[in-house]
């Protein structure tokens, strides 16, 4: 199984809005809602930032959105701050019943 | 609080073993299912092996099938990963993973801090 495609890297400028597609394909990303994506600070373990393709546990800023049009979820991200520079990884659940994570972004906040 | 604190990495021969745990805390352990994911240095994440609650259930992704098995010990929080027959690309940082909730599995909302696992002679 191959991973989800992400793109290697997104900047932005503070303040600005980003957005990191994840695509998969209908064995995956487009066949269930159990979508989630993660922040990986370095040296750190990741953090949930999105399950179920658009709900945000608790503590996570509503700065972090997510949807999903057909086999390519998304995640935006709002009011971009410092902190918020990190890698990002999209995962999926997938009809074999494993997980699928994408190949990860590189957030630059410029 | 949630923790969970994985032991038993350290360097290991290709064609070697070794045997991962993750000892749990600050939550009902034997209601969630669990999984390994692991990370090569630099690179991204990878699922590696789930196990329901229960323990009923395994999955494993196809790179490590037939080399790797994975179990728990509900008794002592303990969530376990064996790996035989390990081979240069196993090299990475093996994370133990809690899912976010009971009633269904992947997605993580709980990590411990990792194992470093290097494969080498």
């Known amino acids: 199984q191959s991973a989800l495609t992400q793109p290697a890297s997104v900047s932005g400028s503070p303040g600005q809005s980003i957005t990191i597609s994840c695509t998969g394909t209908s064995g995956d990303v487009g066949g269930y809602n159990y979508v989630s994506w993660y922040q990986q600070h370095p040296g750190k373990a990741p953090k949930l930032m999105i399950y179920d393709v658009s709900y945000r546990p608790s503590g996570v800023s509503n700065r972090f959105s997510g949807s999903k049009s057909g086999n390519t979820a998304s995640l935006t991200i709002s009011g971009l701050q410092a902190d918020d520079e990190a890698d990002y990884y999209c995962s999926s659940y997938t009809s074999s019943s494993t997980v699928l994570f994408g190949g990860g972004t590189k957030l630059t906040v410029l | 609080e949630v923790q969970l604190l994985e032991s038993g990495g350290g360097l290991v021969q290709p064609g070697g073993s070794l045997r991962l745990s993750c000892a749990a805390s600050g939550f009902t352990f034997s209601s969630y299912a669990m999984s390994w994911v692991r990370q090569a240095p630099g690179k991204g994440l990878e699922w590696v092996s789930v196990?329901?609650?229960?323990?009923?259930?395994?999955y494993y992704a196809d790179s490590v099938k037939g080399r790797f098995t994975i179990s728990r010990d509900n008794s002592k929080n303990t969530l376990y990963l064996q790996m035989n027959s390990l081979r240069d690309e196993d090299t990475a940082l093996y994370f133990c993973?809690?899912?976010?909730?009971?009633?269904?599995?992947?997605?993580?909302?709980?990590w411990g801090q990792g194992t470093l696992v290097t494969v080498s002679s």
């Open positions: 993973a809690k899912d976010y909730r009971t009633s269904s599995w992947s997605q993580f909302d709980c």
């Open positions: 196990i329901y609650s229960g323990g009923s259930s395994t």
